[in-house]
């Protein structure tokens, strides 16, 4: 039996109204465990990709103690080593790669290649913006098992000599674990840097919740057959990880994530996060935005015909977003208005199928116009 519980919002209150709060609830500057002896820890929390960066800054700074001072007629700090051990392992080729993309110097690399250097490049930066920010700690130790990250040949031979040691060489191993599946979790976002991970979950260390999805979608990745549900699946892992699987978007409770064709009708399987709650219901309890009919198969005729109209986010009048629960906790998303006096009316789980299906054939949709504006009035929520 289908439920059919209906919610509904004006567009621009959810715009106004509805943000989300950006304050991370255990996150702060002091919040690193650097001054405690004994094992690595992370504070539960709820992090941007930067302040989790932040919170392993600890990791190297304690590694650089341990290590005791370099040699002053050596080539390069142990510093440098370790932060070029984490660029060569962000790296897109290289025997220390750990996602290796053969198009990656193509006149055309894939989205997907585009993605991982744009977000290793970005993780690395911030991991040397954090250099010296901590202090390190001589007592620091983690149990970190061998995860198959080659070492770059200098950082071998720094932590297998006299001054290094197995304590060492397993707090590098998961420094660079750590980052590395944060890369992955977020390679399905554009805008990656904005996203909120869940990182609350004591029985999963970091980000080690994605090792239980990484290989199987850098597999995917690397052949080139991920999917709209590839990506959606992994979103879901630091952000949401007890939803359900199936759907096409979600809320939870540090936003929403949609499809990124919406906002910028270009072929993509990408995902948005938003920093807002589209839906006025519990903002604990993390909803699966679903297809009304399990069957891709659908009509789009019913679908507003208003693509060829110069559409601006003041001609849409009595905006809403309604929803209805079509499970226990799932729900379908519904976006209706008036747009030059005609109202219109659709479900958007039928509008980004259609979406879908228009842009692989012919670059749009007789409703894309209407779509992106109206997504831009969400959107117009994280400035």
């Not at 938003?274 to 309890?285: A, F, G, M, N, Q």
């Not at 198969?297 to 929803?323: F, H, M, R, V």
Request: charged share 20%.
């Amino acid at each position: 039996m289908s439920l059919a519980i209906k919610h509904s919002m004006p567009l621009g209150g959810i715009i106004i109204e509805r943000p989300i709060q950006q304050s991370v609830s255990s996150f702060s500057n002091n919040t690193t465990l650097s001054a405690q002896p004994g094992q690595w820890q992370l504070a539960p929390g709820v992090y941007t990709a930067k302040q989790f960066i932040a919170q392993l800054a600890v990791i190297p700074e304690s590694i650089l103690v341990q290590l005791g001072p370099d040699n002053p007629s050596a080539k390069s700090t142990s510093r440098d080593i370790l932060m070029d051990g984490l660029r060569s392992s962000l790296s897109q080729e290289g025997r220390e790669s750990t996602l290796p993309l053969s198009d990656w110097k193509s006149a055309a690399p894939s989205e997907m290649t585009l993605q991982a250097k744009r977000i290793g490049d970005t993780l690395l930066q911030y991991a040397l913006e954090y250099n010296y920010s901590v202090p390190g700690n001589v007592g620091l130790m983690v149990y970190s098992p061998c995860e198959g990250h080659k070492w770059v040949p200098p950082a071998g031979r720094l932590l297998r000599s006299s001054r290094g040691s197995p304590v060492l060489m397993m707090l590098y191993n998961e420094w660079l674990h750590q980052i590395t599946c944060l890369r992955d979790s977020l390679l399905v976002f554009e805008n990656f840097s904005e996203v909120q991970i869940d990182l609350t979950d004591p029985m999963f260390r970091g980000t080690r919740r994605m090792e239980e999805i990484r290989e199987s979608f850098l597999f995917k990745i690397r052949a080139h057959q991920y999917t709209e549900n590839d990506t959606l699946e992994v979103a879901k892992v630091l952000t949401a990880p007890d939803i359900l699987a199936g759907g096409y978007g979600f809320q939870y409770r540090s936003g929403t994530v949609l499809p990124e064709s919406l906002f910028s009708q270009k072929p993509t399987c990408l995902l948005r996060y938003l920093p807002v709650h589209i839906l006025e219901i519990s903002r604990e309890e993390p909803v699966l935005f679903d297809f009304q009919n399990s069957d891709e198969e659908q009509s789009y005729g019913d679908l507003p015909q208003l693509g060829s109209l110069d559409i601006k986010p003041a001609d849409i009048l009595n905006g809403k977003i309604t929803s209805t629960q079509i499970s226990a906790v799932a729900h379908s998303v519904e976006l209706s208005g008036e747009l030059h006096g005609e109202k219109f009316s659709f479900d958007l789980g039928t509008a980004i199928l259609g979406l879908r299906s228009s842009i692989a054939s012919r670059g749009g949709t007789p409703y894309s116009g209407l779509l992106a504006t109206l997504m831009s009035r969400i959107g117009e929520a994280q400035n």
